[in-house]
């Protein structure tokens, strides 16, 4: 086994880095898991979960807009920067930053002629300062998700499906989705439980059939344990 | 910034006083016998390893007055202990070493590109890249690759899941050699 560069030069770095190791304390660990634990013990994982999105048909002069609502805001920890964004593909592949108010309320607009539906897949990304939350093996969602089966731009309703599953932080791709159809579902709603198999960071990832718009009229992802 | 005690012991090499190195084991013995421990295996070796360090630091304070006492004797202990290594070929013993060092190593998959790099412009990308790191994505980094310590020790050490200290590594080292890519 041969010490290569890179191990010599970290022999070499300035005593600060050192130093910081040194310093960085067991209590403020603890301080760090502490408000970790607080954040999921409100429904923060739900905070961009419910969406009412507004289909407009390209005359319209409405301008359309996402709504979001953060649950349990009465025990919200507000976090310091962006905390949580949508993005959808196609056709918009831009991520919309939600940002909320102390009431806990977020309201974005966008041009009218885009389409809020889940056209092909919607990515929640929840973030603190930046970083993604960890979720441990066995964290459960409770994820409800009403459509409107009857909106315009739905051809087939009775072949109308949605796919969940989570976007995993090394790879970037969607794992382990899970379909749920609709057909026998009159009122558009599905309610299910999600558990996370593996502990690692994750996104949450919603995709219907390519044939058809989806009217989503909201979402809900609540972590129950 | 020093604590009284590393005043202290700094001003007692200054002053040429051998007390200096008695003072150093008894403050901070724990911590470079570890620093040693772990990159040689053997608490002989490490043992001499540190007398060795003692030497250098008596050497080398003064001229030199490193900021961070603890931090500088680290410091020279890892190389004399890293050195000793490669001398020896005594990576049997020190398990602890051999697999971080590898997996650091393994993110200069151009080896040319990098041997092109001047040993300035090679300390530097690595300081830029420790720079541009959260803090807690910063200390797990230089636990496992400056300290060599094990995966199960860090997470228990900052409270986290060994999963988030390998993701947190994976990524570190991702960016490491994305760091050296651009150079």
Redesign the interface.
């Known amino acids: 086994m041969k010490i290569g560069r890179i191990t010599r030069a970290l022999g070499e770095i300035d005593e600060a880095y050192i130093q910081e190791v040194f310093d960085y304390k067991k209590s403020e660990r603890s301080k760090f898991t502490m408000s970790k634990k607080k954040l999921f013990s409100i429904a923060l994982a739900a905070a961009i979960a419910m969406i009412s999105a507004v289909m407009v048909a390209a005359d319209s002069d409405i301008l359309p807009r996402i709504e979001s609502k953060c649950l349990g805001i009465s025990h919200f920890i507000p976090l310091k920067t962006e905390h949580a964004y949508l993005k959808m593909t196609p056709p918009d592949k831009r991520y919309t930053k939600l940002t909320y108010d102390e009431s806990g309320h977020a309201t974005i607009s966008i041009d009218k002629d885009k389409n809020f539906a889940i056209g092909n897949a919607l990515e929640v990304r929840l973030r603190n300062n930046g970083e993604m939350f960890f979720f441990e093996k066995g964290d459960k969602f409770k994820v409800r998700i009403e459509v409107d089966l009857n909106a315009e731009g739905i051809k087939h309703p009775e072949g109308v499906y949605l796919e969940f599953g989570r976007i995993w932080a090394v790879d970037d791709k969607p794992h382990e989705l899970k379909r749920f159809d609709f057909d026998d579902d009159v009122n558009g709603v599905l309610e299910f439980t999600y558990e996370i198999p593996m502990t690692n960071e994750y996104d949450f990832y919603i995709m219907s059939n390519s044939s058809d718009f989806v009217h989503v009229k909201s979402i809900n992802i609540d972590k129950i344990s | 910034m020093w604590t009284l005690d590393e005043e202290r012991i700094i001003g007692l090499f200054l002053a040429r006083d051998q007390k200096a190195l008695e003072e150093t084991q008894k403050s901070c013995g724990a911590l470079l016998l570890r620093a040693a421990l772990r990159v040689l295996g053997s608490r002989a070796d490490a043992d001499e390893c540190i007398n060795d360090a003692l030497m250098i630091l008596w050497q080398n304070i003064p001229p030199a007055v490193?900021?961070?006492f603890?931090?500088?004797a680290?410091?020279v202990v890892?190389?004399v202990a890293?050195k000793r290594?490669?001398h020896d070929l005594a990576?049997k013993r020190s398990i602890n070493a051999?697999v971080p060092?590898?997996e650091?190593?393994a993110?200069?998959s151009d080896e040319r590109a990098?041997e092109k790099m001047s040993?300035a412009e090679?300390?530097q990308t690595?300081?830029s890249f420790?720079r541009k790191l959260?803090?807690?994505a910063?200390?797990v980094f230089?636990?496992r690759?400056?300290?060599f310590d094990t995966v199960p020790e860090i997470a228990r050490?900052?409270?986290?899941?060994e999963?988030?200290v390998n993701?947190m590594l994976?990524r570190a080292r991702k960016k490491?050699r994305e760091e050296y890519e651009k150079e």
Not at chain 2, 157 to 161: P, Q, V
């Open positions: 490193p900021t961070s603890r931090a500088y680290c410091k890892r190389n890293l290594l490669e990576q051999s060092i590898e650091l190593e993110v200069l990098a040993d090679f300390s690595l300081d420790l959260s803090q807690e910063r200390i230089l636990k690759y400056f300290f050490d900052l409270n986290i899941s999963s988030k993701s994976f490491l």
